[in-house]
């Protein structure tokens, strides 16, 4: 378990991660959110140790996290660092190498992970052949290549078609089902909200919001609730006026409601069963961009 207690940053008088605390547990993907400047690549730096902490700690397993076992992780840079006139595999496997493995090893691994990745017809091209979403697969490829203990990736989507991304989530939740802790930023909301199992979400380098991805969005939830009745939802507009309740939108048997109290949704419910068959009555949850934009205002 990858844990930040209280992390603080500051550049000469200006605070860039302010007291940044949450957990990044065994086998879990963590969707670390947030706009620019915000303090995601920071944060991340002061897990691998590029940067120290002002105040705080990094912690894995309980303990102070030491020098050899930041060396386990593994790191994919926002900015791309791999060696544009070397050939693919071979970069991969050499950066196996330098973690440890024995070239055989190293080169096996490297040809797993073009595979899964869709690379290997481009396994002999060097690096600067590659179109970009295939260099960042490539980037992705070196960060995995040693087995790390840890993932630590910075936007690992960016550039990437739907196709690409998918492959990425492949190889991102076979590491996870092996126990690794895999943290992740990305201004991809959509792709957050449909891989992660938890978010953090950070403004001015704060922590906003964090926890489990579907208990954050019912944490989130207003009191609107989508109700389909047979055969009209008409009634809705005078029942409405008298009982606190806002009606958003009707259309034929569908309505979108808005309670004025959580105690509303008995009576509501009684009142629409005794007028005819109920379809669904359900709450509306929050798309995770509807609780960004709510928590970083």
Partial sequence: MLELRSISRRFGDRTVVDEVSFTVGPGRLTGFVGANGAGKTTTMRIVLGVLAADHG?????????????????????????????MKVADQIAYFGQLHG????????????????????????DPLESLSLGNQQRAQIAAALVHDPI????????????????????????????????????????DVVERLCDDVVIIADGQVRAAGE?????????????RLTVDPDAGWLRDWATGNGLRVIDIDGPRAVIELGRPDLEQPLLAEALRRGPVREFAPIVPTLSQIFREVIR
């Avoid at 960016?158 to 939740?173: E, F, Y």
């Avoid at 991805?213 to 609730?225: E, G, I, K, T, V």
């Fill in 150 to 189: 840890a993932l630590i990736l910075d936007e690992p989507f960016s550039g990437l078609d739907p196709l690409a991304v998918d492959a990425v989530v492949n190889v991102l939740r076979e590491r996870a089902a092996q126990g690794v802790p895999v943290l992740f930023s990305s201004h991809q909301l």
């Fill in 57 to 85: 700690e990094v912690h894995w397993h309980g303990r102070p996290i030491t020098t050899a076992e930041r060396r386990r992780f593994g790191y994919m840079p926002e900015e791309r660092g791999l060696y544009p006139k």
């Fill in 213 to 225: 991805r579907d208990a954050l969005r019912h944490d989130h939830a207003s009191l609107r609730y």
């Fill in 101 to 124: 493995k024995s070239r055989p090893d190293a080169l096996t691994a490297a040809e797993q992970l073009l595979d899964q990745l869709s690379l290997t017809d481009r396994r002999n």
